[in-house]
């Protein structure tokens, strides 16, 4: 059993499906202290008289993924009280997360998912799954059948993320070809890894520039070459490394705001809606918070008609263009 305050490093995607295997385990919701005292990902960092502020700013972020990912999470009050910030319970809905009931799929397609349910139940999750269910039960929280089945839609980790972890790990410096949108080839990057980063479901990494000195940060699947390492090391980056760079990326989806006209009941409306920081800027249409133009351009144009960008022009430019090489494309 890991000490409490433990540094046992928990993998991302872990630590996300376990918050969302928790809040799908019960109707009445969990509250903030027995998500991080309890959850798998959380409960090694824990401290029972300790500060856990860190590890509230992360559950915060995690939050924010999950919507990202299209998880349905809500916050409701606890029983009795209402208005109280400090005992708000986290639940997601297992209805709204269902497939909706005029998907269907052919026999054979059943199949092949009840396998892969399958693997998953009785693979990497299975032990923790069941000791998860344990802990909440512990608590006095009834937990819901078949939690196991849900398997949630995480990104699985970049190309370039273990070369790059491993050399953040040993302070080494890496080399890499990077291509920036706009740029007709890949500039090859020195960089000493400094902190690996995810922000609205991407992972970056935050580097000092060898060649500029400057602090820089890279999308990771911008790196269209293999990570090769140096033999040239570096210090120890600050302790407050990672979170300056997510201060940084914060500072940058903050700065970018977009309005959108979306039709009513359409998945472009639902989906744009949950995004976080969104809000209603008048009927039918939303102010939307975005990081990165190219890569907001290739989410809208997937909703073609559904969504349509008012400002700023060079956002429905990118996504006009998206739409023109589509059309074209297909003839």
Known sequence: MPAEGSSIR???????????????ATDSGLTKSEILSTVQGYSQKFSHSGDNSNLERQFERDKDDIRELGVPLETIDSPGQAGNNQNLRYRIPRGAYELPSDITFSPEETTLLNLAAMVWREGSIS???????????????????????????????????????????????????????GDAEATVRTVAPLALVQHQ??????????????????????IVSQVATLAKTFPAPPADTKDKALLELEDVWNSHTAIVDVQPGTDAATRLRRRRGSSVAAPGSLELHYSDTNIFADELASFGPEAVVVSPPELRDAVRTRLERTAADHG
Do not use: C, M
């Not at 992972?203 to 911008?222: C, I, M, P, Q």
């Open 10 to 24: 928990v993998p991302v995607e872990e630590r996300l499906f376990s918050l969302v295997l928790a809040l799908l």
């Open 127 to 181: 032990g923790e799954s069941r000791r998860a269910i344990i802990k909440l039960r512990s608590l006095g929280v009834a937990t819901t059948e078949p939690v196991l089945s849900y398997a949630p839609r995480v990104r699985v980790r970049d190309a370039a993320f273990e070369p790059l972890s491993a050399a953040l790990e040993k302070r080494q410096v890496v080399r890499f070809a990077y291509l920036k949108p």
């Open 201 to 222: 479901g991407r992972w970056h990494l935050y580097a000092e520039d060898v060649d500029s000195g400057t602090n820089k940060t890279f999308l990771l699947r911008r």
